[in-house]
């Protein structure tokens, strides 16, 4: 059998050795020796919720693009090993990258990958992908090598233009392990922040993504490397900022319903507001008259639902029949505070809805969309 063991002389040679050696190289490079704490990944840490999404048969659920965008693309490279459940790039294919069909905003994309190691080869080079427009033009990466890289890079959207980012530079420590070994890594893209969890901890981070939603993907550039446990979460962002309702009502008297709502109700009033003839001609809610809005509260803060109260006594308004809950339909209109306008645009663009007078309209940092639902009740929404 064979001895394991070091005689004690040949071990304190070799720790004096060790030592020596690790002594040099902090002298040398202690910047990029990282003292972060090692965390699990998102996966190991929360293991519900995630879609497993390696392909199916024929690469079902993804499609290949070239990089650069509008290419001729090269030999099918891309297939799947269903009794290991891998994905493999031969790496003999051209260089491209290979989509989701789906799109995904906020997500974590979960992944395995390892090169096939090849005496004599270098320059090791792939990455994977999150937000990426349809035809790869614009690109977020996550970049990994033969133990080096972790980094994020791309071309991402910021005021309507492309604009390229690195943070290569960034990186503090390289956690990337060598060809012939598996590493295991999570792209997070959250809001406007894209993050790169390598081995044990993140190591880049860039915080001005443009484009809210995007494909994720891999990439094939010249070298063989397979991938496993291809899992996606998709993150639940609220789409409201607020829980709360603002409900606009319409008055004969507001004198006598502002006495009624605080002294008969117990509501609290809290500062108004006014709005001129032209700002309400340009939201579509009122023709062209201005408005003097009295507001009314059940409880101090923001999270408290407001009343906002107004009257036209020149308008020649009608007094609905209430003599039931079900004797006219609607209410005058409701005020949501979105997180996103432009998410919201979408929605009401995907089903059809109409924004009504000049809407969306800018308001300080945030826009204004006014529309009606289908029974005529209008709607505003309020965000960024």
Not at 116 to 135: H, L, P
Not at 158 to 181: H, L, M, Y
Not at 205 to 224: F, I, M, N, Q, W
Not at 267 to 293: C, H, R, W, Y
Request: hydrophobic share 40%; proline share 4%.
């Amino acid at each position: 059998m064979q001895n394991n063991h070091c005689p004690s002389s040949l071990l304190r040679s070799v720790v004096t050795i060790l030592s020596s050696w690790m002594f040099a190289l902090l002298l040398a490079g202690s910047a990029s020796v990282s003292t972060g704490a090692e965390t699990k990944s998102a996966l190991e840490a929360d293991p519900q919720g995630w879609q497993d999404i390696l392909p199916g048969d024929a690469l079902k659920g993804w499609y290949r693009v070239t990089v650069p965008p509008n290419g001729t693309l090269g030999r099918e490279q891309w297939h799947v090993d269903a009794d290991r459940k891998v994905l493999v790039c031969d790496g003999d294919g051209g260089h491209d990258m290979l989509l989701t069909s789906a799109e995904y905003d906020d997500a974590i994309f979960h992944f395995e990958f390892c090169y096939t190691k090849i005496e004599g080869k270098t320059g090791y080079n792939s990455g994977a992908y999150v937000r990426n427009s349809k035809d790869g033009a614009l690109w977020h990466q996550a970049q990994f090598g033969d133990a080096k890289d972790g980094f994020l890079f791309g071309e991402t959207m910021v005021d309507g233009s492309k604009k390229f980012f690195n943070t290569q530079k960034d990186v503090k420590e390289n956690r990337v392990k060598p060809a012939g070994e598996w590493n295991t890594m999570e792209v997070t893209a959250r809001g406007r922040v894209l993050s790169l969890w390598v081995n044990g901890a993140v190591t880049a981070k860039y915080e001005a993504c443009g484009v809210p939603s995007g494909h994720v993907g891999l990439e094939g550039e010249g070298y063989r490397i397979e991938f496993r446990n291809l899992k996606i979460k998709r993150l639940s962002t609220p789409v409201f900022s607020k829980g709360t309702i603002d409900m606009g009502i319409v008055v004969s008297d507001l004198e006598k319903s502002a006495r009624f709502y605080t002294e008969a109700l117990g509501m609290t009033e809290v500062q108004g507001f006014s709005v001129t003839a032209d700002v309400a001609k340009k939201i579509g809610l009122i023709d062209n008259m201005p408005a003097t809005v009295r507001m009314f509260v059940a409880a101090d803060g923001d999270a408290s639902t407001r009343i906002k109260m107004m009257s036209f006594p020149t308008a020649g308004g009608k007094i609905p029949n209430q003599s039931f809950i079900h004797s006219t339909l609607g209410f005058r209109y409701l005020t949501l505070y979105v997180n996103s306008a432009d998410k919201a645009l979408e929605r009401l663009a995907k089903y059809g809805v109409k924004t009504i007078g000049e809407t969306p309209l800018s308001m300080g940092a945030n826009r204004l969309i006014a529309f009606q639902d289908p029974d005529g009740n209008f709607i505003e929404l309020i965000g960024p």
